[in-house]
Nanobody, 115 residues
Framework: QVQLVESGGGLVQPGGSLRLSCAAS????????MGWYRQAPGKQRELVAT???????NYADSVKGRFTISRDNAKNTVYLQMNSLKPEDTAVYYC?????????WGQGTQVTVSS
């Protein structure tokens, strides 16, 4: 099993920034693809960003140019830097790890963007 623990969520004003962290308890973290997803009330979970084991990234159109996903394999941690936050970004953000047919999720961290 891969255990994922998110942190860094909170309340921020529109235009502000947050950095989410996801710490993974796995000795072979470096070979997993990682991602961030989010789910707002009444909506389905959606992809925010992904990063492959070798650093390739992909972003949802809604966050391109504002969010950056990165990973530090030495620390078994993936990050999501969120800038220029909008109220529409309000959601529970989940960390995901994938390898072959295995798929793991963190517990989620709440991000609220409000004036």
């Amino acid at each position: 099993q891969v255990q994922l623990v998110e942190s860094g969520g909170g309340l921020v004003q529109p235009g502000g920034s947050l950095r989410l962290s996801c710490a993974a308890s796995n000795t072979i973290f470096s070979i997993y693809a990682m991602g961030w997803y989010r789910q707002a009330p009444g909506k389905q979970r959606e992809l925010v960003a992904t990063i492959t084991h070798d650093g390739g990234t992909n972003y949802a159109d809604s966050v391109k140019g504002r969010f950056t996903i990165s990973r530090d394999n030495a620390k078994n941690t993936v990050y999501l830097q969120m800038n220029s936050l909008k109220p529409e970004d309000t959601a529970v953000y989940y960390c995901n790890a994938y390898l072959h047919k295995a798929d793991y999720w963190g517990q989620g961290t709440q991000v609220t963007v409000s004036s």
